[in-house]
């Protein structure tokens, strides 16, 4: 088996997985000041507050496997990321406090509504600066974090707080009712023509830059096999805004959407990101610090990579069974805020 291979994969599905799942829980941070009645909110957040910090064990079992499988690779991204990280955290820290102590308040909640949503979009923000720095050529070393802020990844982290956002909106399709559910569509709408523009600039950008990603996608033949991504992608975000329009359109005339167009927006939100990420795997494998390590040259010995299979091939079925049975478990409508389910 090729373990340093199996544990970069296993490394890309667990980012894959906390950034569709945190995604949306963050994006309903983001969308949080847009949603003014003290009702909505309470619903926004009874909407997640069974599943957020489950879903933050993706980012922890990420690090982990960073950690132990390729301790290089974990030493040089968090030392040149040490601030936007740090930034992550207390966002993170923020809007976990904001659970616990806004349904207890009286006199303090608009505090903790400000600490819920700034905490969101600071946590979502910084991995979308992050992101830039690893895909757009900004050197890893450098005197200052000030030096980490480029146009380009200014760009990433804003992109990166929309999709976030339309991920947020196709969840609460979902998950509310009337004039809540109208509002998260339109604002869904909008933002399809955000991501799908954000997602041209990244791509044109990354493969202006670099001539080996250049080459990746256009030398030879390589586009004829690689052309579903792009094509895929496009007909996710059409059928993804045909069918928040549907919604919509059946809110307006008094009638129940279909379940299938409130459920399918989601899905295809999903879709559209992990089209994406596989872009990216695309263009950056093998390397995981672009222009520095390779996965093999960042791997832990052999004896380190076996001591760790067992609790990987043990606990990561765990995981997911857990999280499945949580999402079955609170399917449905949140139909009173104040209790949830």
């Known amino acids: 088996m090729d373990l340093p291979l199996f544990y970069f994969l296993l490394l890309g599905f667990a980012i894959l997985m906390y950034v569709l799942l945190d995604g949306f829980d963050l994006g309903i941070g983001i969308l949080y000041p847009w949603f003014r009645d003290e009702a909505d909110k309470d619903q926004l957040m009874r909407s997640i507050s069974h599943v957020w910090d489950g879903n933050e064990t993706w980012l922890v079992f990420g ?3 960073l950690f132990g499988a ?3 690779a974990y030493a040089g991204l968090t030392s040149a990321l040490y601030a936007p990280i740090m930034l992550m955290l207390i966002g993170l820290i923020f809007r976990g406090v904001a659970f616990e102590y806004r349904f207890k308040s009286t006199t303090s909640k608009r505090w903790w509504n400000r600490a819920f949503a700034i905490g969101s979009t600071v946590a979502a923000f910084c991995q979308g600066l992050m992101l830039g720095v690893l895909i757009g050529g900004t050197p890893l070393v450098s005197a200052s974090p000030l030096d980490l802020l480029t146009p380009f990844t200014l760009f990433t982290g804003f992109a990166l707080l929309a999709g976030y956002a ?33 997602m041209l600039v990244v791509s044109i950008s990354t493969a202006v830059g670099s001539e080996e990603i250049w080459q990746r996608w256009f030398g030879g033949w390589h586009f004829l096999w690689l052309w579903p991504l792009p094509l895929l992608s496009v007909l996710a975000a059409r059928l993804l805004y045909r069918d928040l ?4 359109r059946q809110l307006k005339a008094g009638a129940l959407p279909h379940s299938r167009h409130e459920d399918r927006p989601f899905w295809l939100a999903v879709s559209l990101f992990a089209l994406g990420f596989a872009g990216l795997l695309v263009s950056l494998f093998p390397a995981i610090m672009p222009g520095k390590l390779s996965y093999i040259e960042a791997a832990a010995p052999q004896a380190s990579l076996q001591f760790m299979l067992p609790g990987v091939l ?4 765990l995981i997911l069974a857990y999280t499945c049975w949580g999402y079955r478990i609170f399917a449905g409508k949140v139909e009173d805020f104040t209790e949830g389910y």
Request: aromatic share 10%.
């Open 63 to 65: 690090g982990v496997i």
């Open 166 to 198: 339309l991920l947020g909106c196709t969840y609460l399709v979902m998950k509310c009712r009337d004039d809540r559910q109208q509002r998260a569509a339109r604002y869904g709408r909008r933002l399809v023509w955000v991501l799908m523009g954000a």
């Open 245 to 248: 329009g549907r919604v919509q």
């Open 70 to 72: 390729f301790p290089a």
């Open 314 to 317: 043990i606990f990561v079925p």
